[in-house]
């Protein structure tokens, strides 16, 4: 399985297109400057 890099993640369009690829069963690695921004994404 291949692992996909969302640079921004924490952003809008970082944080729709992290939930669209984990929908879909996909490894992602987000790279972000405020882990704590992410919270809703876990």
């Known amino acids: 399985m ?3 890099l969302i640079i921004g ?3 809008q ?3 729709m297109t992290s939930k669209l690829v984990l929908s879909k069963q ?3 690695v ?3 400057r405020d882990k704590r921004k992410l ?3 876990v």
Do not use: C, E, F, H
């Open 2 to 4: 291949s692992k996909t």
């Open 9 to 11: 993640a924490s952003g």
């Open 13 to 15: 369009i970082g944080k």
């Open 26 to 28: 996909q490894q992602v």
């Open 30 to 32: 987000a790279l972000v």
């Open 39 to 41: 919270n809703d994404l």
